[in-house]
C-alpha cells in the first residue's frame, strides 16, 4: 500500500507562499519537473489588479482572460485597471473593494478571475499538477478564489493558518454546481447566534463539469490532523506537517505564553508531532519546515512521509515573486552569514506567530515601524464583529488606532501590530504610493533555515533557478556552495527528528 502511494504523488511542494511570492512562473517551473508547483491566492485580486495596472509585463495576464468564460468581467477588469505600458511610478494604486460578509457578483467574479489566471497560466503548456495555497484565517475572499481556480483546473488546494474543517465540503458542493458555506468568524457573536459566508456556482455557471481538487491540510499537531480526518466536512485527501521552523506564520505554542530572551514564543515537547499516530491515519503526508536539504527529504520518507514541503528554498529562486533587488540581498546575506530570522508573536493582526526577516528599510526595524502612518486600504485580516446596532462590522488591530478602538477594540490588541498587508505587497514590488510620497516598505518572512540557500546561490550569492532547488532536493547535482568550493553543512535536526523515530 504505501509503494502505491508513494508513485502517486510527488516527493516535493513547492511551499505557497505569501502574497504574490508563490506566483504563476514559480509553480509553473516546478510542475514542469514533475513536483507539485503552488501558487498563493492570498490577495491575488489585488495583485492581479495591480499587475494589470503595471501593464500586465508580457501580456500574460491578457492572454489568461481570453480563457475565462465570462467576459463581461473580463471587459470590466481591463476597464477598471489595465494602464499599457504601465502606471507612472508616483501614482498610486487604484485599490479594489475590501471584502465584507456580503459582495455583489461583480466583486466575486472579479476575484475568481484573478484566482482563474493565476492558475491557468500555472498549468499553461503542460499536464503536470498545480496548487493553490489559502489562509483559512482570511475568510472572506475564500470561496470565489477557490472557484475561479476550479475554473482553471486546479489540482490540489493545500490551506492552513487556522483550521479548515468546511473547506473540503465546500469543495465538494462548488464541483457539484451547489451552493457553499462557510461559517463566518464574528466577534460579540451572540449565544446561538452564527453568520455564514456563501458562495453559489449557479450566479457564475460553468461552462462544463467541474473536478474537485485534492485538499492537502497544513496542521502543526497529530490531534489537529485526526480531528479533521474524522469530522472535515468533506474528505481530507493528505496532510502537510509543518513545524515551528517554517517561514510565514507558525501555530501558536500549546505550553503558553512563554517567550525567551529575543521575546520569541517558547515551543517544547507538547508541540512535536507524534509521526507514528500521523501514520496511523493512512493518509499521505508532506513534512514542512526545516526539510529543504537532501538529507531532510530522505528523513522524510524514513518517516513514512511522501516527502516534503519547501517554501524557503524556492522563495529566493530566480522564478519567485519577490522583488529582485530583494532576493539578491538576502542572498548575499547568507553567504556573509549575516540573516537573522526572529519568530515575532504580536506582528500579525491574526494572533499567530509570523516569522520575520530582521533587515534594514524593511518593517522588522522598530523606528520604520514607527514612523509608518497606519492605514488600513487592503483589509484581508479584517476580522468581523457585532456592532451595537446589530449589524457586522470589521476591524484590524493594525489600522489607526483611534479607529480600532472606536469601533470597540481593545487598545492592547494593537502594540506592536504590523499591517502584513501593506508590507507583503511591498516586498514583491507592488508597494502602494502614499499622498505624502512616500512608498510601502516591505517585510519578508522566511524559515528559520534561510541560510541553507547559500548551497544554492553560491559564494557569489548570485541567482538559481526553480530546477536548481528541486535537482538539490533530490541529490541529483551538488550545491552551488559545494561547487564554489564551500563545505555543505549537515542537515540540522528539527525537534520532530531529535525527539521521534522514524516510523518502520
Not at 143 to 152: N, R, S
Not at 237 to 264: K, M, Q, S, T, W
Amino acid at each position: 500500500m504505501a509503494a502505491a502511494i508513494a508513485l502517486a504523488y510527488p516527493p516535493i511542494i513547492q511551499g505557497g507562499m505569501g502574497v504574490g511570492v508563490s506566483n504563476w512562473v514559480l509553480a509553473r517551473a516546478v510542475s514542469l519537473r514533475d513536483q507539485l508547483g503552488v501558487v498563493s491566492g492570498t490577495g491575488i485580486d489585488t495583485v492581479f489588479a495591480r499587475r494589470l495596472q503595471d501593464g500586465d509585463v508580457g501580456g500574460h495576464l491578457r492572454r489568461a482572460m481570453e480563457a475565462f468564460p465570462f467576459p463581461d468581467a473580463v471587459e470590466d477588469a481591463l476597464d477598471r485597471y489595465f494602464r499599457p505600458g504601465g502606471k507612472a511610478d508616483d501614482d498610486p494604486y487604484r485599490g479594489v473593494p475590501m471584502y465584507r460578509q456580503v459582495i455583489d457578483a461583480a466583486r466575486e467574479r472579479f476575484t475568481m478571475l484573478a484566482s482563474f489566471c493565476e492558475v491557468w497560466l500555472a498549468k499553461e503548456g503542460h499536464d503536470g499538477l498545480v496548487g493553490m495555497n489559502l489562509l483559512t484565517k482570511v475568510q472572506m475572499p475564500n470561496l470565489p478564489t477557490l472557484y475561479g481556480a476550479m475554473l482553471a483546473g486546479v489540482d490540489y488546494v493545500l490551506m492552513g493558518a487556522g483550521i479548515p474543517k468546511a473547506i473540503p465540503g465546500a469543495l465538494d458542493s462548488m464541483a457539484a454546481g451547489e451552493p457553499a458555506t462557510l461559517r463566518l468568524e464574528v466577534e460579540n457573536e451572540g449565544r446561538g447566534e452564527t453568520h455564514e459566508l456563501r458562495f453559489d456556482p449557479a450566479d457564475h455557471p460553468a461552462p462544463e463539469p467541474l473536478k474537485r481538487p485534492k485538499f492537502l491540510a497544513i496542521v502543526a499537531s497529530h490531534t489537529l490532523a485526526m480531528m479533521l480526518a474524522r469530522k472535515a466536512s468533506g474528505h481530507v485527501d493528505g496532510f502537510v506537517i509543518e513545524g515551528e521552523v517554517a517561514g510565514g506564520h507558525n501555530a501558536p505554542p500549546r505550553g503558553g505564553g512563554e517567550l525567551n530572551e529575543r521575546g520569541e514564543p517558547v515551543y517544547g515537547e507538547r508541540d512535536v508531532v507524534e509521526l507514528e499516530k500521523i501514520h496511523e491515519i493512512g493518509r499521505p503526508f508532506w513534512l514542512a519546515g526545516g526539510h529543504g536539504s537532501p538529507e531532510g527529504l530522505r528523513h522524510a520518507r524514513a518517516a513514512g512521509a511522501q516527502g516534503v514541503q519547501v517554501g524557503t528554498l524556492f522563495a529566493y529562486s530566480n522564478e519567485s515573486g519577490f522583488r529582485e533587488d530583494l532576493k539578491r540581498d538576502i542572498r548575499r546575506d547568507a553567504q556573509n552569514g549575516d540573516l537573522d530570522v526572529r519568530t515575532d508573536p504580536i506582528a500579525s493582526p491574526t494572533g499567530f506567530p509570523f516569522k520575520v526577516v530582521q533587515k534594514e528599510n524593511t518593517v522588522s526595524e522598530l523606528p520604520v515601524y514607527q514612523e509608518r502612518q497606519r492605514v488600513c486600504d487592503l483589509g484581508y485580516l479584517r476580522t468581523a464583529y457585532k456592532r451595537d446596532d446589530g449589524r457586522l462590522g470589521y476591524r484590524c488591530p493594525s489600522e489607526p488606532i483611534n479607529t480600532f478602538v472606536k469601533k470597540g477594540g481593545d487598545i492592547e490588541e494593537t502594540k506592536g501590530r504590523k499591517c502584513l498587508c501593506n508590507a507583503l505587497w511591498a516586498a514583491i514590488g507592488q508597494g502602494q504610493r502614499r499622498k505624502d510620497g512616500r512608498t510601502e516598505l516591505p517585510m519578508i518572512t522566511s524559515g528559520d533555515h534561510i541560510r541553507d540557500i547559500r548551497h544554492l546561490a553560491g559564494e557569489d550569492g548570485a541567482g538559481y533557478s526553480a530546477g536548481e532547488v528541486i535537482d538539490y532536493l533530490l541529490g541529483r547535482k551538488p550545491a552551488g556552495a559545494r561547487r564554489n568550493g564551500g563545505s555543505a553543512q549537515e542537515h540540522p535536526k528539527s525537534r520532530t527528528e531529535r525527539l521521534e523515530a522514524p516510523v518502520p
